[in-house]
């Protein structure tokens, strides 16, 4: 079983930075959308069949075949950047379809279903396996701030958190970039108890796998 784990923020707060550190010999790139990194990316390439078949940036927001990369690939740890977007592109593709009744609501239910299909997928990997969603957030009508997706009817239907054990979220202090690891009474934040030593830490995603690998005792790959 692997170990998924989501970090959430608002645009700009560290999230896609926090790879910084990690090696990319042994980390994978999922972006939903195209992107460059927003550090100097030494290690980083966009896979290409022809040009750079060694590649460990992918581009798809399919949930198919973001299931299949992280089903095929050796490396141990995976980062899914952006998930909004996964569900926001969708719904865009198929906003202007003439839905109307049960066909209407049918499409928020294959939205969901994409969604779950990915996040059991990130948590059924191997053992060794570490997964790292990257995702916006939203405040819902009673000020609590959770995974931004596209609305209620789909957030009545999953509810993405509850999927998962680690959930961190950026946070930006007299110039710091952080990851909260302790729930605020009105955020969906939580970790395992001993985990981290700190409700805040830097936000440095090799720190917080390093602490992950060590609380859940895992070794390395053969």
């Not at 926090?18 to 927003?38: F, G, Y």
């Not at 909260?180 to 001993?194: C, E, F, H, I, R």
């Not at 830097?202 to 992950?212: G, P, R, S, Y």
């Amino acid at each position: 079983m692997s170990i998924a784990c989501m970090i959430l923020g608002q645009s700009g707060t560290g999230k896609t930075a926090s790879l910084r550190n990690l090696d990319p010999a042994h980390s994978l790139l999922i972006q939903a959308v195209k992107k460059p990194l927003p550090f100097r990316a030494k290690g980083w390439a966009h896979f290409d069949k022809e040009k750079t078949p060694g590649g460990n940036i992918f581009v798809t927001d399919q949930a198919a075949q973001i299931i299949k990369i992280m089903r095929g690939t050796k490396r141990d740890v995976i980062v899914l950047d952006d998930f909004q977007y996964i569900l926001a592109n969708e719904f865009m593709r198929r906003v202007l379809d003439k839905e109307t009744g049960n066909a209407a609501f049918a499409k928020y239910n294959e939205i969901a279903r994409n969604a779950w299909d990915i996040l059991m997928a990130a948590s059924q990997l191997g053992d060794t396996k570490r997964v790292y969603i990257l995702g916006h957030t939203q405040e819902d009508d009673n000020g609590r701030i959770k995974a931004k997706t596209i609305g209620k009817l789909l957030d009545e239907k999953i509810t993405l958190e509850g999927l998962l054990t680690i959930v961190l979220r950026t946070a930006v202090i007299n110039g710091q970039y952080l990851f909260t690891t302790q729930n605020s009474g009105l955020d969906t934040v939580k970790a395992p108890l001993g985990l981290f030593d700190s409700d805040q830490i830097d936000n440095d995603l090799a720190a917080v796998d390093a602490a992950i690998f060590s609380y859940y005792q895992l070794t390395e790959a053969a």
